[in-house]
Every structure is written in structure tokens, then in C-alpha cells.
């Protein structure tokens, strides 16, 4: 069974600063992996989608790397700003025809002006 | 990408009571997926909604408790029966279209 774990549960820096999130998954077998982030009260935003075939995905500020074989991915984010308070989710696909996503247990994010 | 609204986007329940969620997506989709979202936890499949099939259901999720209608390929709606308190939850509806896309959300509260 799959499981998704990421650390820290909950990280404060300051604005302006580059950070990096962790994501790790046991089952290396994976389809895809995809960050989300999920602002309070609200429901979940794709950020960026690594195709396990694919070792990091850039948008922007964000860059996602995949190391499949030791179960692990990280977003980075670059010059961090208030906007980008928010949890950050990452969610691991196992397969082809299944589309379900196990989730991780996510990081809270809380950039300080 | 796929746009997805929820009704509601919040409610305050008794329990005891049922409420059913509705899910529109802007395009056709062959699945649709319900997954909630406990308080301070990650999110959770309930089950994977096809068009014209009954839906799939995950490990901890009966169809008595949750039942799915799937009545074309833009909508679906989750319907929370016999409520309790342990199902004060956020619901999202899901699909995927290459990126997996989520419903803003339900926010529920059962008293």
C-alpha cells in the first residue's frame, strides 16, 4: 500500500527567501506525481505534474524534481512571498488506468513579510 | 483545464440528516472521483464515479453511508447520508484531464 509522507508539517521563513518542501513516497512504482497547493477554505490548485519518466518541471518561481528510485520528490520554491502562504500537498498516481491519487499529509507554508 | 464547481460550497447539518453534494464540470469526462477531507488530515478517496456504471468505492466507504449518482458525463452528485459529527468534512469533487483538477470544495459541519 502506498504512503506519502511529507516533512515538515509546517514551515515559517521569511519573505524573500528560497525553500524547499519534501515529499516521499514508498512504493516507488509510480505513474506521476503532482504538487497542489490549497489555500484556506478552499479547494486544491495543480501546480506542477512530473511524469515518473521525468526527473523535475518548472513553472515560474516553483521547480518539482522526481527521484523515482529512492522515493522522492521536492518543490522548490524561489524568492518566497507573502502570496505563497498556503499547504502544500503532494499526490502520487500508481498507474496508468488508475487515476486514483494518494495524497501526502501536506506542509503549511507561511511566508513572513 | 477543467473547470469544476460544487453546490454548496458550505453547510451546517443535524445529525441524523442526509445532504447531497453536487459536482458540474465544464467539459465531458469520463470519471469523476469523490474524495474528503477530515479536519487537519490530507485528503481521501471515497470512490471513482463512471457514467452508466455503479460507482467504485474505496476501502471504508459503503454506498449506504455515500451514495453516487452519475447521471451524464459533466455532473455527479455525493450524497452524505444518516449524518455524524465524524463526518464534518470538506468534499471535492475530482477529474482528470492529464492534471487531476479539484471543486472548490464542500465545507460541512455536522452538529
Known amino acids: 500500500k502506498q504512503e506519502v509522507t511529507q516533512i515538515p508539517a509546517a514551515l515559517s521563513v521569511p519573505e524573500g527567501e528560497n525553500l524547499v518542501l519534501n515529499c516521499s513516497f514508498t512504493d516507488s512504482a509510480i505513474y506521476n506525481l503532482q504538487w497542489f497547493r490549497q489555500d484556506p477554505g478552499k479547494g486544491l490548485t495543480s501546480l506542477l505534474l512530473?511524469?515518473?519518466?521525468?526527473r523535475e518541471q518548472t513553472s515560474g518561481r516553483l521547480n518539482a524534481s522526481l527521484d523515482k528510485s529512492s522515493g522522492r520528490s521536492t518543490l522548490y520554491i524561489a524568492a518566497s512571498q507573502p502570496g505563497d502562504s498556503a499547504t502544500y500537498l503532494c499526490a502520487v498516481r500508481q498507474d496508468f488506468g488508475n487515476e486514483k491519487l494518494t495524497f501526502g499529509t501536506g506542509t503549511r507554508l507561511t511566508i513572513i513579510p | 483545464s477543467a473547470v469544476i464547481s460544487q453546490k454548496p460550497s458550505r453547510d451546517i447539518c443535524q445529525r441524523g440528516t442526509s445532504l447531497t453534494i453536487q459536482c458540474q464540470v465544464d467539459s465531458q469526462v469520463t470519471m469523476m472521483f469523490w474524495y474528503r477531507q477530515q479536519p487537519g488530515q490530507s485528503l481521501t478517496l471515497i470512490a471513482t464515479?463512471?457514467?452508466?456504471?455503479?460507482?467504485?468505492?474505496e476501502s471504508g466507504f459503503v454506498i449506504d453511508k455515500f451514495p453516487i449518482s452519475r447521471p451524464n458525463l459533466t455532473f455527479s452528485t455525493l450524497t452524505v447520508s444518516n449524518m455524524s459529527p465524524e463526518d464534518s468534512s470538506i468534499y471535492l469533487c475530482?477529474?482528470?484531464?492529464?492534471?487531476?483538477?479539484f471543486g472548490p470544495g464542500t465545507r460541512l459541519l455536522v452538529l
Open positions: 512530473i511524469q515518473s519518466s521525468q
Open positions: 475530482s477529474v482528470v484531464e492529464e492534471s487531476q483538477y
Open positions: 464515479a463512471n457514467q452508466g456504471s455503479e460507482a467504485t468505492y
